[in-house]
């Protein structure tokens, strides 16, 4: 953004206040949105622009493609997209109507929260249809997610192909804190729920991401880190947010109109604090769980072997 005191060209433009005062030209092109290596411009009032750079290379193109054809989840119209060699790419979508459920949170009523809440878990439902027998994006492509897999020194490390419980589980426990004892891992594994059908999830429903008009939901995006993934992650990401109160608000109402996974819910609490803070009563109460389950376990074990030797 050029202002009376730029001296220098606007780093996303180029323009510059000698071009500026040469011409009666007001762009129609704004940045409206930046993170990490992305942007999004507006193109007028009807188009946007999501400029997004190679870091994470992830074909949101391809995976609203794949919504639109086989679900009545409204989602943005790609109008053109383009993508270098270097994996950036350059996608132009109609712009939605309305507003983002953050700007609208505040000025909506209980009710009118609710059935917003609704609306997105009854889309959801028509994903759980939508399955693979592995871990992978759309077409075969990788997905990009560090929970499920991290490769040391590398951010945003493309996720293998991962077709077994044991797969899954390998690439979340390198997440634990070092300190957590064998008997808790063992005891975490054991907790978590069947992987399989690896379906269809969004993976990122952050208030941001559901746009709203009227206290309805008129379109779901960002749909670039979407892909097939354990049948309980869309309900076990809601539990991970981290964009302040609001949108813990709204995951937690989001979730109680999903289907209820109960285990999935108790295996994710407790490893996400085994993750991020042994000293919370969570993780402090599974170590203790686990430490006592193995002690059971091993004079089960005794009393069976001097039953045998009798």
């Known amino acids: 953004m050029l202002t009376e005191r730029s001296t220098v060209p606007c780093s996303a433009c180029s323009f510059s206040p000698e071009r500026q005062r040469c011409c009666n030209y007001e762009s129609q092109v704004k940045i409206f949105y930046e993170a990490g290596d992305r942007g999004v411009w507006a193109l007028g009032s009807d188009l946007i622009l999501k400029d997004r750079g190679p870091s994470c290379p992830t074909d949101e193109n391809a995976n609203i493609r794949f919504v639109k054809k086989n679900t009545t989840i409204p989602v943005p119209t790609v109008i053109a997209h383009h993508q270098e060699s270097d994996g950036h790419a350059l996608t132009v979508m109609n712009r939605v109507p309305g ?13 009118q929260k609710e059935n917003i809440a609704k609306q997105t878990a009854k889309y959801l439902l028509q994903l759980r249809s939508l399955q693979s027998d592995r871990v992978e994006g759309v077409d075969g492509r ?15 490390a493309p996720c293998p192909p991962m077709m077994s419980d044991d797969e899954v589980w390998n690439g979340l426990a390198v997440h634990l804190d070092p300190a957590v004892p064998e008997s ?23 208030h941001v991401n559901i746009m709203v008009q ?18 309980w992650w869309e309900y076990v990401c809601t539990m991970a947010t981290h964009a302040g109160k609001e949108d813990f608000e709204w995951n937690k109402l989001l979730r109680k109109h999903m289907p209820e996974m109960d285990d999935a819910h108790d295996f994710f609490l407790y490893y996400y604090h085994l993750c991020i803070d042994l000293e919370s009563d969570a993780a402090k109460t599974f170590i203790a769980m686990s430490e006592e389950y193995d002690s059971e376990k091993d004079e089960s074990e005794e009393d069976e072997s001097k039953e045998i030797g009798s």
């Open 99 to 111: 507003e983002s459920l953050s700007e609208a949170w505040s000025k909506l009523t209980d009710n």
């Open 142 to 156: 990788p997905v990009y997610d560090g929970w499920l897999y991290k490769e040391k020194g590398r951010h945003n």
């Open 184 to 206: 808790a891992r063992r005891q975490l594994r054991r907790y978590m729920p069947p992987t399989q059908p690896f379906t269809f999830t969004h993976n990122d429903l952050t």
């Open 214 to 231: 009227s206290g309805e939901v008129v379109a779901i995006l960002d749909w670039e880190r979407a892909g097939f993934f354990p049948v």
